[in-house]
């Protein structure tokens, strides 16, 4: 049985808001530590690769061919950067390197030459945390002769070297940082080795780490609207999805909670859900001049939300904030971060 549940409006929401963020700060324990000039910087990011269950909940066979982006896919991603450019802002995408196999990149120089930053997400969507070759990726699994006799190190950055070299061959331009495929919730702490293969492999900042909240639990009970305790689990996430710097000095750039892939595969969401999930989660990121990370996937945000609803809402607060908040790449937070650390 699906209980009733009402969203609070706009402003009843902001009226707790600010009360709760200030106790939560005032803790220490969360503090927002990616706040560097007051103004909120919003980044709207897409991992332009295949994901399984999208568009048909039974299709699992993207998981072998994550780069090969269906037309949807292609089409969704040129539109929305077209859309936030309009808007005065940019997307900052990260490509899978199978897509550049395909005859046609004509749709990502597209992208390029609208001023929409394209990052490295590696060749074949590996796991980087993988301890042995069958761990990182199931095409591996299906075809380990195309793992050679190299151990895990080196196919992580033959992986990551391969994507940037195929980036610049059929696009002409350089990979504008680089993201781990999956989230990781403490990062990449405690693994100077993969810190250090990023860092060997040309990249000074990396978007790895995806917070833990205890929303995933709510999650689990997929096609339920979620509970109250549901949305403020995934706020309290926000200031620990704050830029950070590695004992390497590589820079970290935290995917914010939720992601689609979080809300629409495991927890079934309705749209609307997801829309609330982010409004609060940039409302935060403006009243506290932090940072916010918006992760999606065209594969999956282009089936659940083809109007491109989300996405005008995140134009339209930031329009809304009074020059609080501001539509910047990843790499702009990166050099901002760094500047104000010195």
Same mark, same amino acid.
């Given at each position: 049985?699906?209980?009733?549940?009402?969203?609070?409006?706009?402003?009843?929401?902001?009226?707790?808001?600010?009360?709760?963020?200030?106790?939560?700060?005032? +803790?220490?324990?969360?503090?927002?530590?990616?706040?560097?000039?007051?103004?909120?910087?919003?980044?709207?990011?897409?991992?332009?690769?295949?994901?399984?269950?999208?568009?048909?909940?039974?299709?699992?066979?993207?998981?072998?061919?994550?780069?090969?982006?269906?037309?949807?896919?292609?089409?969704?991603?040129?539109?929305?950067?077209?859309?936030?450019?309009?808007?005065?802002?940019?997307?900052?995408?990260?490509?899978?390197?199978?897509?550049?196999?395909?005859?046609?990149?004509?749709?990502?120089?597209?992208?390029?030459?609208? +001023?929409?930053?394209?990052?490295?997400?590696?060749?074949?969507?590996?796991?980087?945390?993988?301890?042995?070759?069958?761990?990182?990726?199931?095409?591996?699994?299906?075809?380990?002769?195309?793992?050679?006799?190299?151990?895990?190190?080196?196919? =992580?950055?033959?992986?990551?070297?391969?994507?940037?070299?195929?980036?610049?061959?059929?696009?002409?331009?350089?990979?504008?940082?680089?993201?781990?495929?999956?989230g990781f919730a403490d990062g990449l702490n405690g693994?100077?080795?993969?810190?250090?293969?990023?860092?060997?492999?040309?990249?000074?900042?990396?978007?790895?780490?995806?917070?833990?909240?205890?929303?995933?639990?709510?999650?689990?009970?997929?096609?339920?609207?979620?509970?109250?305790?549901?949305?403020?689990?995934?706020?309290?996430?926000?200031?620990?999805?704050?830029?950070?710097?590695?004992?390497?000095?590589?820079?970290?750039?935290?995917?914010?909670?939720?992601?689609?892939?979080?809300?629409?595969?495991?927890?079934?969401?309705?749209?609307?859900?997801?829309?609330?999930?982010?409004?609060?989660?940039?409302?935060?990121?403006?009243?506290?001049?932090?940072?916010?990370?918006?992760?999606?996937?065209?594969?999956?945000? +282009?089936?659940?939300?083809?109007?491109?609803?989300?996405?005008?809402? =995140?134009?339209?607060?930031?329009?809304?904030?009074? +020059?609080?908040?501001?539509?910047?790449?990843?790499?702009?937070?990166?050099?901002?971060?760094?500047?104000?650390?010195?």
């Amino acid at each position: 049985m699906i209980r009733e549940f009402h969203l609070p409006t706009r402003r009843q929401f902001l009226g707790t808001l600010s009360t709760a963020s200030a106790g939560l700060l005032a +803790g220490g324990a969360l503090q927002a530590k990616g706040a560097t000039h007051g103004k909120a910087q919003i980044a709207i990011t897409l991992d332009l690769e295949m994901s399984r269950n999208f568009p048909n909940r039974e299709d699992l066979h993207w998981d072998y061919e994550k780069g090969n982006l269906n037309q949807a896919a292609k089409d969704y991603t040129v539109a929305a950067c077209k859309r936030v450019e309009k808007r005065g802002g940019v997307i900052h995408n990260f490509v899978v390197g199978q897509v550049f196999e395909q005859p046609n990149v004509d749709w990502l120089k597209e992208i390029a030459d609208g +001023g929409h930053p394209i990052g490295n997400h590696t060749y074949d969507h590996i796991y980087l945390l993988a301890k042995t070759t069958d761990q990182l990726q199931f095409r591996f699994q299906r075809a380990p002769w195309l793992l050679g006799d190299r151990d895990v190190h080196t196919i =992580i950055r033959d992986n990551i070297k391969l994507t940037s070299m195929a980036l610049k061959e059929r696009v002409g331009v350089d990979a504008n940082g680089f993201r781990t495929p999956g989230g990781f919730a403490d990062g990449l702490n405690g693994r100077e080795d993969i810190q250090q293969i990023i860092l060997d492999t040309g990249f000074d900042w990396v978007s790895c780490r995806y917070p833990a909240h205890a929303a995933m639990k709510d999650l689990h009970n997929t096609g339920q609207t979620p509970s109250q305790e549901a949305y403020s689990n995934i706020l309290k996430a926000q200031p620990e999805a704050q830029p950070f710097i590695y004992p390497t000095d590589l820079l970290e750039i935290p995917m914010s909670p939720i992601s689609d892939i979080g809300a629409f595969r495991t927890g079934r969401w309705k749209l609307e859900y997801f829309k609330e999930a982010v409004r609060r989660a940039i409302d935060w990121a403006i009243l506290n001049g932090g940072v916010y990370d918006f992760l999606a996937h065209p594969s999956c945000l +282009g089936v659940v939300d083809p109007g491109f609803e989300t996405i005008d809402m =995140i134009c339209d607060l930031v329009e809304r904030s009074d +020059g609080k908040a501001e539509i910047v790449s990843l790499d702009t937070i990166a050099k901002g971060f760094r500047s104000a650390a010195k």
